[in-house]
């Protein structure tokens, strides 16, 4: 199966500042690789379903890039509200596959 | 609003069988995909296996030994089963949707915690 792993494995910033998340997976998935956001007793979010695209009512702060094996989550400004941890998923082989998360934290 | 919600007993013992259902409210259950997806305690999350609303089924092959996932469309739930549990079995189980059967995520419950010990 596809792995997938993330880094860092937490990063400390403050609100405002820029997030910059990184995916890598251990082959090519093309496209294929879905974002989400997940905090605590909530159900998660899906953020970005294919490496770019920005799910529907998802804010322009967050982006995402890449395709192959490398994939990047920005978020441009943090707002109270992003601090979370955040999840990638590869959906080009099977099983579907997650990372381990990033956790982005208050500084 | 799309809402899944997760249901079940949240202690199993060992060597039974685990058993959840999701009821989907706010919209119908038929013409998309349903999984069930697990997160042990401190680990990862790990997908389980997903249904169509016709009935056709895929299963993690790591476990689709012990793995039942089956619909009721006409309550707008889908059930997981999972059997011969052991601790390594402990988790938050999810249920969610997807559009396709390659599936990304677009709706999720919450998660329930599931515990599995004498």
């Known amino acids: 199966e596809i792995v997938l792993t993330q880094s860092p494995a937490t990063l400390s910033l403050s609100p405002g500042e820029r997030a910059a998340l990184s995916c890598r997976a251990s082959?090519?998935?093309?496209?294929?690789l879905a974002w989400y956001q997940h905090k605590p007793g909530q159900a998660p979010r899906l953020l970005i379903p294919?490496?770019?695209n920005r799910a529907t009512g998802i804010p322009a702060r967050f982006s995402g890039s890449g395709s192959g094996t490398d994939f990047t989550l920005t978020i441009t400004s943090l707002e109270p509200e992003d601090f979370a941890v955040y999840y990638c998923?590869?959906?080009?082989?099977?099983?579907?596959?997650f990372g381990p998360g990033t956790k982005v934290d208050i500084k | 609003q799309l809402q899944l919600q997760e249901s079940g007993p949240g202690l199993v013992k060992p060597s039974e069988t685990l058993s959840l259902t999701c009821t989907v409210s706010?919209?119908?259950?038929?013409?998309?995909?349903w999984s069930w997806i697990r997160q042990p305690p401190g680990k990862g999350l790990e997908w389980i296996g997903y249904i169509f609303y016709s009935g056709s089924t895929k299963y993690n092959p790591s476990l689709k030994s012990r793995v039942t996932i089956s619909v009721d469309t006409s309550k707008n739930q889908f059930s997981l089963m999972l059997s011969s549990v052991t601790a390594a079995d402990t988790a938050v189980y999810f249920c969610a949707r997807h559009p396709s059967a390659m599936p990304f995520f677009d709706y999720w419950g919450q998660g329930t915690l599931v515990t599995v010990s004498p």
């Open positions: 294919a490496a770019s």
């Open positions: 706010g919209g119908s259950i038929n013409s998309y995909y």
């Open positions: 998923q590869q959906r080009s082989d099977w099983p579907p596959t």
């Open positions: 082959q090519s998935v093309g496209s294929n």
